[in-house]
């Protein structure tokens, strides 16, 4: 391409998604990781995993950036921040979000019931997923009804 190379001398790499093959992957090769840490502390441990692997590879630790992405609703009271945060995501399929959900803690939800707090059984059924980090959160939002 008739335009001047990177810093990089090569194009820049970035890796995104979890778990320890992608660390590792993101260690040897990427410049940038994108995560999706939902505290301060699980940020905080997810750079220093990265970094740590970065080192076991053989690479500066600092030459990884890590990139966390957030979507923060600000608001005068946590409800005020939901309601808002629900009004932002009215342009959404809820459908398609709550059989996410569902799949994020182990249950066939229905989006007709979704103003209903789940019965006794399908709270006892529920099990977080092991393949999002989030959805023991959520299965904790859902038990709090």
Known sequence: MPIPPSEQGQPVVFQAGGG??????????ADGVYANPHTLEDGQSRRN???EAAGRAGRDPDEVKMFAGFMPTVASSRRAALDRRRLLDESVDLRQRVRYLGDMIGLP?????????????????AVPSPHDRRSARALAVARGG
């Open 20 to 29: 320890a093959y992608g660390l590792e992957l993101a260690a040897r090769y």
């Open 49 to 51: 995993a990265l970094r």
């Open 109 to 125: 939800l229905d989006p007709a019931r979704l103003d209903e707090p789940l019965t006794a059984r399908e709270l006892a059924d």
